[in-house]
Structure formats: C-alpha cells, structure tokens
C-alpha cells in the first residue's frame, strides 16, 4: 500500500466550477501537508502549505487538512483556464517528503 | 534570477553512455535533492544532500552517483545508461527540514524545470 493515494483523475471542468482535489496517507507521523502544482514541461511549484487540521485559505484556494481521517483537499474556487495544470499532494516527516500520483485537471473555457 | 537551475534542460543519449546532469540553487537553503518523474508523472526521490552530507539515498541503481561540491551545487551522474532510465529528472531544494521552528512553507520544495532524459 503507497504512503500517499491521490484520487487518479484525469478530471475536466468547465471554467467556473468549484474544484476538489484529494488525498488520503496512511503515515500518522506526517507533519506538512502541501499542494504543488505543475504546468506541462516545468517542474512543481509549490501552492500551498499547512501543519495543522483545519482549513488554510489563499485567494481562490483552500487547502483543508483532516488528521483523523488522515485526508487532505485542495478546493479550487472559480476555476480559470489557467487552473490547467496537475497538482500533486505532498507531505513530509523528519525531511522526506513523499509525493502523490497527481491529478490533471483541465479547465474548458 | 533563477532560483533552482538545472542542466541540460533536455538529453538524449544511446544506451551505455555516461551523462551528467548538474543542479545550482540560489535561494541559500541547505537542503537539495534530486527527484525522478515517469511518464505517470509520479515523483520519486533519489537523493538528498543536507549541507554536502547525504542524507536519503532511496533504492537507486548503483549506477546513479550524486556529487555535492558545496551546498549550493548538486550534480547526478549516471553510468550505463539504460532504456529505463528515461524520465524527466527533477533538482529540488528547501531550508533544512529537520530545524524545527520554522514556518511551515519553509518545508516546501523549490524545483527546478527539470532534464528530460532520453535513453535510445
């Protein structure tokens, strides 16, 4: 069983839509949960970023982390063409991070 | 500016050549780490360097020998290349993650944009 399970996708929206993105673990030692995101041919960057249960905001994001359930989301808010991207979980103990699978997400305008 | 520099940006090599791939950050973090994605586009890490010193070295072939002159700087070179071994190959760096205290985005990877490498 992987560390990390992201929901596979691919997933396609049109531009507006309310998007969720989601992760289970099993590790309960994780202490970071982030959201990176990655445009075709670049490398990931990092999107969002939080350590405790509870929801974090960032403009049109929300990452919203659930310890007990040991599952993490990523909703996206008015979803743009530029949204077209994967996003990958991440979360990391003791200097390791370990990634998820990645979910496409395809923003039709 | 670039903070996480990687070269080349693209390889294509025959089967058994030796290549290098060099990293360079600019960001002062202390930590980099070299990261294999495949065509599923799953991250998997190779190595990671605190300070020069390794510190994760994952079940990698033999034949993946990273190099780290300073901390600044961390290179991957690769022997008898294989068929396998084509992937993009990701250079990351972040402040070192085992000094607690410090925010949480602190722990978030910087990438660079990656080498494409292709093995024929």
């Known amino acids: 069983q992987k560390e990390v399970e992201q929901d596979p996708g691919p997933l396609s929206v049109p531009e507006g839509a309310i998007v969720s993105l989601n992760c289970t673990y099993s590790?309960?030692?994780?202490?970071?949960f982030m959201w990176y995101r990655q445009y075709s041919r670049k490398g990931p960057e990092l999107l969002m970023y939080?350590?405790?249960?509870g929801n974090k905001e960032d403009g049109r994001f929300t990452a919203q982390v659930d310890k007990s359930s040991k599952y993490i989301s990523l909703f996206i808010r008015d979803s743009q063409p530029s949204d077209s991207a994967t996003y990958l979980c991440?979360?990391?103990?003791?200097?390791?991070?370990?990634f998820g699978d990645g979910t496409t997400l395809t923003v039709k305008p | 500016d670039t903070a996480v520099s990687q070269t080349p940006k693209y390889l294509v090599t025959q089967m058994g050549n030796d290549k290098s791939i060099k990293c360079e950050q600019n960001l002062g973090h202390d930590t980099m780490y070299w990261y294999k994605q495949d065509s599923k586009k799953f991250l998997k890490i190779m190595f990671s360097y605190n300070n020069k010193e390794l510190i994760i070295n994952e079940t990698v072939p033999n034949r993946f020998s990273p190099k780290s002159p300073d901390k600044a700087h961390l290179n991957l070179h690769i022997n008898s290349l294989e068929l396998g071994d084509s992937a993009v190959y990701f250079c990351a760096s972040s402040q070192d993650p085992t000094r607690g205290g410090l925010p949480a985005a602190n722990y978030g990877y910087t990438f660079g944009s990656g080498t494409r490498l292709t093995v024929v």
């Open positions: 590790n309960s030692a994780f202490q970071y």
């Open positions: 939080t350590y405790s249960s």
């Open positions: 991440a979360m990391s103990v003791r200097g390791k991070s370990t």
